[in-house]
């Protein structure tokens, strides 16, 4: 059974930084993973996705802040999201995501999510 373990999400000011966590298990083959954040009554958007290439896709709102990456190349079953810079903004509820194979069909597994909460 898929399973996503997310970390390290909290409260921090403005300006300051926080690191997010997400190890997948019981996956055997990865396309991508990432996270996507939630802020009450708005719409999921994409934060950042890195792919099995290693080609990593961010949202315009926080380029040049955030970093996303993969831990051992041979494992690549965790990623990391580095938030630096943080704004008020940026408070939502951040969701992992993996995307992977189940045969020749690819399909997506949602993390519980994890709160960031930006004060002034």
């Known amino acids: 059974q898929v399973s996503l373990v997310e970390s390290g999400g909290g409260l921090v000011q403005a300006g300051g930084s926080l690191r997010l966590s997400c190890s997948a298990s019981?996956?055997?083959?990865?396309?991508?993973m990432g996270w996507d954040r939630q802020a009450p009554g708005q719409q999921r958007e994409l934060v950042a996705r890195?792919?099995?290439?290693?080609?990593?896709?961010?949202a315009d709102s926080v380029k040049g802040r955030f970093t996303i990456s993969r831990d051992n190349p041979k494992n690549k079953k965790s990623a990391y999201l580095q938030m630096n810079s943080l704004k008020p903004e940026d408070t939502a509820l951040y969701y992992c995501?993996?995307?992977?194979?189940?045969?020749?069909?690819?399909?997506?597994?949602w993390g519980q999510g994890t709160q960031v909460t930006v004060s002034l």
């Open positions: 019981s996956i055997f083959s990865i396309n991508d």
């Open positions: 890195i792919e099995i290439d290693d080609k990593s896709v961010y």
């Open positions: 995501h993996v995307t992977y194979m189940v045969g020749t069909t690819p399909d997506t597994y």
